[in-house]
């Protein structure tokens, strides 16, 4: 038999209080191992997500769209760096995080590779792959480590504009011309599954108890998560006069909820495993950005030490 | 111990399974910039308050890239920056010995002196 | 319809600097500059289409073109390579770092000046939009100037490299100040805006320890009056590509 130590059950009567664990807390190493991966995964979703989107800003069909579009680029950078802090407080550097990135060591979400083909990917990502997102999100804004809870909120913030112009990008569409519906239809059958695959695995896939659930990073699980989603865009698609590409849904009275087919889980390991259309090319550009621009860190660097010695030897 | 138990996994914690060619060699980062604290008043009148951190190769720079990070949508007035590894923090596990003991002292509370209705503002 | 083409030249050198600098977003050098670098990109654009709107206005008013509105749109989109007319040193590809920081400055700090003279313009619209933007522009000088500095005083490398910029881009920096005939007589003194410039430059290079380029040599021109580098059709062909392919659209 195990004996529980003292300080993991001070610990687990924390979280069971709804008390925040912050960074110099006591925690169990595996708390700590399962919050970084966790973090650090979402951070490097948020800067490879950059990509599929950012490949559209210098082609954006106005110019509105064009600063709606950049602005919401730049946000999901800051949203990498705020992740990255929140995960540098239990102790690994922002830089070991982005070479297990580099290495292929650490993973981001598959979403990210996927292509971007037309301008309506722009409103179906907003839409769909935001939407999933933000449920999530909001989530997590209660789970139990404290930075990671607070990047959360102010990321929360900011997100919930995405996603409305996302679907607002498509009402456009919608009513556009036939080519723009044609558009817009395509963009959501190529992207509605991959955004349920986003919310992970089956619950009954897993056998393994449920440590996350008790340590409260994360408090629904991913068939709730996902039905959630389901019920929320099934609705919201009428108002875009589209369909989802499913036959299987339809509104179950007794459930109060929409069924739905299944996932081709398949694709969705494939993908993980780094056979999606996009990986290479997703670190690829995350790697060359990062040497070409490790002059420009190096210099920066070069230069505030220069100057630090300036004020020392004048001060001394 | 192992951690076999959280293999579980959620939206937002993908698997780690090995990645197709995914063995790419890289360099270690020599350049790293210094962590900085920021803090930021909201508007005028009201404290600096703690925003986050980010990088920066010195003081100019952090509060340069405070403004760009954290005040995107007005959110400040007023910046500070400082080097993460100067501030220094109580320690966590003397909490109760630090905390605990102001938690009796109830008559420096207003509340704790009952007085007539007559006194009115006090 | 020469203070048109004047308005014209501003918003366009504004929107080509800002889908050059806009390459940028996701791939700079770290996370807060790049975050930096896009918060330049989008006050260009916004800059770029506060002329725009305008430009559009004062078309429309002519009612030169009946049956035919003007939009910031219709002249971002629906315009061609000879009738841009923004300065040859905005359409020039974003390079390296150095390359990106310099021409910034170069640009910005000559914005400052043209900005600062246009507050006192007769048309209060355009002064109205100058103030709004020398706001921006002033961080913009100050972003970018920090940047030469740390650059040229940093390593070996950074100083190879933006030598190298001062090099290709200086060339391109004469056409500032060379007046289009739509800068003939509408109240902007380009040599004393140039006076200011090469000073505040020459301020710059030397914190940055670098040697200022000689004044005199041949300055490359032409983007003003439409005679654009080869670069400028690749810019037009993705940026318009939607609007131009799908005619009858709206977004």
Partial sequence: MTTIHPLEINFQDKIDQEAKIEPKDWMPDAYRKTNLRQISQHAHSEVVGMLPEGNWITRAPSLKRKAILIAKVQDEAGHGLYLYCAAETLGQSREQMIDDLHSGKAKYSSIFNYPTLTWADMGAIGWLVDGAAILNQVMLCRTSYGPYARAMVRICKEESFHQRQGFETLLVLSKGTEEQKAMCQDAINRWWWPSLMMFGPKDSESTNSDQSMKWKIKRKSNDELRQNFVDMIAEQIKLLGMTLPDSHLKWNEQRGSYDFGEINWDEFWNVVKGNGPCNKERIDARRKAHEEGAWVREAALAYADKKNKIKTVSAA | MNFQFIKKMYYGDIPDEPGNGAAYQTKPDTAAWPLWEVFIRSKRGLDHKHAGSLKAADATMAIENARDVYTRRQEGVSIWVVESKYIHASNPDEAESFFDPAEDKVYRHPSFYELPDEVKHM | ?251
């Fill in chain 3, 1 to 251: 319809m020469q203070h048109i083409n004047f308005i014209l030249s501003l918003a366009d050198s504004n929107l080509i600097l800002s889908q050059r600098n806009a390459e940028w977003c996701g791939h700079g050098p770290v996370l807060e500059q790049d975050i930096a670098i896009t918060n330049i990109t989008l006050d260009l654009l916004g800059q770029a289409r506060n002329f725009y709107q305008y430009a559009a206005r004062l078309i429309n008013e002519t009612g030169n073109m009946p049956g035919h509105i003007a939009t910031e749109d219709s002249l971002a989109y629906r315009r061609t390579e000879r009738e841009f007319k923004n300065i040859l040193l905005c359409e020039l590809p974003k390079g390296d770092w150095a390359q990106t920081v310099l021409r910034q400055y170069f640009y910005s700090a000559f914005c400052k000046g043209l900005y600062f003279q246009l507050l006192q313009s007769q048309d209060q619209s355009l002064a109205a939009i100058a103030e709004k933007s020398l706001k921006e522009v002033n961080y913009h000088v100050r972003w970018s100037g920090e940047w030469v500095i740390r650059l040229g005083d940093g390593t070996a490398e950074s100083k190879q490299r933006i030598k190298q910029a001062l090099q290709f881009l200086w060339p391109y920096t004469g056409e500032m100040f060379m007046p289009a005939d739509f800068e003939n007589n509408n109240g902007i003194d380009l040599a004393s805006i140039k006076k200011q410039w090469l000073l505040d430059v020459q301020t710059i290079l030397e914190e940055a320890t670098l040697q200022m380029p000689a004044e005199h040599i041949f300055m490359q021109s032409g983007g003003k009056s439409g005679t654009h580098t080869e670069h400028m059709g690749y810019i037009l062909a993705e940026m318009q590509y939607l609007q131009r392919m799908y005619p009858d659209a709206n977004w």
